[in-house]
């Protein structure tokens, strides 16, 4: 499931469908993911932001699908803390295994569904060009 996009800044001069990180401030800080699918933006806000170690999960609350000009879009509350292309691996109904290819390095989750939300876990199994650096959230 691998498009081609147009040339942008960093990694954002994609291989692949994109996807941006915002960093909310209001209601309550959080962080959404959100991933060009079908032409929308599926969107999972993330209370705690991204899970920072191998092994770890983090809730994944799923929100309503966004337009795609949400890709650039900041406000005073809602700026971008990461953008890119993201890689799907593997496919089922309760589990999406993906690559996110940021502005600075490359990290592979998995999005779980249970029977209430999702998790994000972040895979022990991380692509050879991940650099040292905090993660956001």
């Not at 929308?40 to 705690?48: E, I, M, Y």
């Not at 109904?93 to 996110?100: F, H, M, P, S, Y």
């Amino acid at each position: 499931m691998t498009t081609t996009r147009g040339s942008g800044e960093g990694a954002a001069a994609a291989r692949g469908p994109a996807f941006v990180l915002h960093d909310h401030r209001l209601p309550s800080h959080h962080f959404d993911l959100r991933i060009e699918e079908d032409g929308v933006l599926r969107s999972w806000a993330l209370p705690k932001g991204l899970p920072r170690d191998p092994g770890e999960n983090r809730l994944a609350v799923e929100v309503a699908d966004h337009d795609l000009d949400h890709l650039t879009y900041e406000d005073t509350d809602k700026t971008i803390a990461d953008t890119g292309w993201w890689e799907e691996h593997d496919r089922n109904d309760t589990r999406l295994l993906l690559t996110l290819h940021g502005r600075r390095d490359s990290r592979r989750y998995a999005l779980i569904r249970t029977s209430r939300d999702w998790l994000l876990h972040k895979t022990k199994d991380q692509p050879a060009s991940e650099v040292s650096r905090p993660d956001p959230g």
